[in-house]
């Protein structure tokens, strides 16, 4: 990977994962969770997650979708002649995404919305953006 590249997929991951920081907080902000024990089997945290706003779920769920978005954009403005720094961007955060949907008792709806963020936040980048 060359220098710029290099710099464009590490910049453009900055910013991705600050994107869905800063959307997770507001929407902790805006819907607070409820506060638990700690879980200790499935059955308590598909309870705990029940009581979930709404809200909390899609904020998420945006943030993931715009991450992936306004990170790839940040690497190809950055590189405009790879698209390496997307593609990795887009990756990792499909692979986390998807390992997170499929790791904890996430409702059957927000699996689904989140993924299919991501996969949007993808789409629209990869519409969006040239490479040269």
Do not use: Q
């Not at 979930?52 to 590189?79: M, Q, Y």
């Amino acid at each position: 990977m060359k220098g710029k590249t290099f710099l464009a997929t590490a910049v453009g991951l900055l910013v991705s994962f600050a994107t869905v920081f800063a959307l997770e907080w507001i929407g902790l902000k805006l819907f607070p969770i409820p506060k638990h024990p700690k879980p200790t089997n499935i059955e308590e945290w598909e309870a705990i997650m029940a009581t979930f706003p709404i809200g909390t779920f899609i904020s998420v769920a945006i943030g993931h979708g715009l991450g992936v978005l306004f990170g790839g954009i940040v690497a190809n403005r950055i590189e405009k002649t790879s698209i390496i720094g997307f593609l990795v961007i887009f990756l990792l955060m499909f692979v986390t995404t998807a390992t997170n949907a499929l790791a904890y008792p996430h409702p059957t709806w927000f699996k689904i919305a989140d993924i299919g963020a991501v996969l949007l936040g993808g789409l629209v980048a990869w519409r969006m953006l040239k490479w040269k």
